[in-house]
């Protein structure tokens, strides 16, 4: 199955979208239901071309009464049930739609519960950034996706940002690159000493952390030493909490989860234990993996999420630094399955440009093309 992602916003108000979509040859939509604030393009709505969106949202209504002290924000640049007039806009042309949700990252819950949110050696705040190590964060991730599947109906959902972020953001006007910090010193900045995950760590983890900032060690075991197995275990344990209560509260429904091998990752992309898939006596159906990098570089990221779940999904890009061309995305497409993906994620349907709406077109019916070859040949 080959899932191509959209807003909601790319949808109402254009009466022409789901044919458009419809006609690239998806087999289903990935329609968001819960996402972060941006600005995005919307290069073919009659309306608009340019949409600000200042604050994460829910596109169904907000029951207020389904949350405790942590409950989502309605939208003002669409309507409040913005998810549900897309998608039944979307169902009218046959595709189903799964809810694309968004958990920990929301920046406007993060600002205003500041206590709730991850902090770093430093003591320095990512308001983006919810850490699940505190019980609201996690009941009101469940209640998110409880809300979703019963006000959303959708066929299945897909989880982003299902654990614990870090200091990877694209903020506006995000300052922190010039600071050339490493895979190993941002990781080691995105560990969490808030007032929940303190507790669990030993006294001196904190100082050592702030000292391994400096030092630019090689890998996290380097940096942490015989720390490293603990803290290792500590996020493994915390991470599988939280999948285990969003599966939980999905109640059967398919759901896939944007996931990484790496266990000392933060992003949109959560860290996935290998060998002991969270709920997965539940009805966890697949794990995604990012594949926006090179072939080679999705190669490797696929293969180390391979036989974890039942379905692997390959999220990859159609946009830039990806070129347009239709023979160039059905190799990439054709190169993921041979990795081990079972679906295709694409990303983004709404955001492309009309040129590389069609090259996605093109390049799907040359990949399907292909696969049907290769099995006949076979």
């Not at 080959?2 to 109402?12: A, R, S």
């Not at 990781?187 to 669990?200: E, I």
Request: glycine letters at 8%; one cysteine or more; hydrophobic letters at 40%.
């Amino acid at each position: 199955m080959n899932f191509g992602y959209v807003f909601p916003w790319d949808i109402v108000g254009d009466p022409a979208a789901p044919d458009r979509l419809a006609a690239t040859g998806v087999d289903a939509i990935a329609l968001a239901a819960s996402y972060h604030s941006t600005r995005a393009a919307t290069p073919f709505h009659p309306a608009h071309r340019v949409l600000e969106v200042p604050h994460s949202a829910l596109y169904l209504p907000v029951r207020q009464a389904a949350y405790g002290p942590l409950s989502p924000k309605s939208p003002s640049w669409t309507p409040p049930d913005a998810y549900l007039q897309a998608r039944d806009a979307l169902k009218s042309t046959g595709l189903p739609v799964h809810a694309w949700t968004v958990l920990t990252h929301n920046t406007s819950l993060g600002r205003a519960h500041p206590a709730l949110t991850v902090r770093n050696a430093f003591g320095d705040p990512y308001p983006h950034a919810l850490c699940p190590s505190h019980p609201d964060v996690l009941d009101y991730c469940a209640n998110l996706v409880s809300e979703i599947i019963d006000l959303g109906e959708p066929d299945g959902i897909i989880l982003e940002a299902c654990g614990p972020m870090g200091i990877a953001h694209q903020s506006v006007h995000d300052k922190t690159a010039g600071a050339d910090w490493t895979p190993t010193q941002s990781a080691l900045l995105s560990l969490c000493f808030c007032t929940a995950c303190t507790p669990k760590y030993p006294d001196t983890l904190q100082a050592h952390v702030r000292a391994a900032i400096d030092t630019s060690p090689p890998s996290m075991e380097a940096a942490l030493g015989d720390l490293s197995p603990q803290l290792s275990a500590l996020r493994t344990t915390l991470t599988t909490a939280l999948h285990t209560r969003v599966i939980k509260a999905a109640h059967g429904h398919p759901i896939r989860l944007h996931a990484s091998a790496d266990l000392w990752t933060t992003g949109s992309f959560s860290p996935f234990p290998l060998g002991q898939p969270p709920g997965s006596d539940q009805a966890l159906t697949g794990v995604v993996a990012q594949c926006w990098g090179t072939d080679e570089e999705a190669s490797a990221n696929l293969a180390d999420l391979a036989g974890s779940c039942r379905k692997l999904g390959a999220y990859a890009t159609i946009l830039q630094p990806k070129a347009p061309g239709s023979e160039q995305l059905a190799r990439t497409f054709t190169t993921l399955t041979q990795a081990g993906a079972d679906e295709l994620h694409l990303y983004h349907l709404g955001l492309a440009s009309p040129h590389r709406l069609i090259a996605l077109t093109n390049a799907l019916r040359l990949f399907k093309s292909w696969s049907s070859g290769a099995r006949r040949g076979g």
